[in-house]
């Protein structure tokens, strides 16, 4: 049996923007969102993920990287790389 499901609080622009889409694909709203959420239910979470790579045998160890410190930390030494040539040129 379906379900009812109301949402609540829903900024404008997010409204605005999925009635667009709903039209756009000649479907109502509740057409339009439904597939949407069918969609996402049927996506893996994260959980999911690391639960079928620990059934295949595949660990992973260590800490989550923290992808912001790494890029900065790349650009850093690229801009001091880049620095280095043009003070070498002169």
């Known amino acids: 049996m379906a379900k ?8 404008d622009e997010v409204h605005e923007t ?10 109502s709203l509740s ?8 969609a996402l239910t049927k996506r893996g979470t ?4 690391f639960a079928r790579l620990d059934a295949l045998g595949i660990h992973i160890e260590g800490e989550p990287l ?5 890029i900065r ?3 850093e030494n690229r801009e001091q ?4 040539r043009l003070v070498d040129r002169r």
Do not use: C, F, H, I
Request: aromatic share 8%; glycine share 4%.
């Open 73 to 75: 930390e790349e650009r």
């Open 81 to 84: 790389q880049l620095y280095s």
């Open 66 to 70: 923290d992808v912001v410190a790494v």
């Open 18 to 27: 999925l009635t667009r889409r709903a039209k756009d694909a000649g479907m």
């Open 4 to 11: 009812l499901l109301q949402v609540r609080n829903l900024p």
């Open 46 to 49: 994260m959980r999911d993920y």
């Open 31 to 38: 057409e339009y969102v439904g597939r949407e959420l069918t």
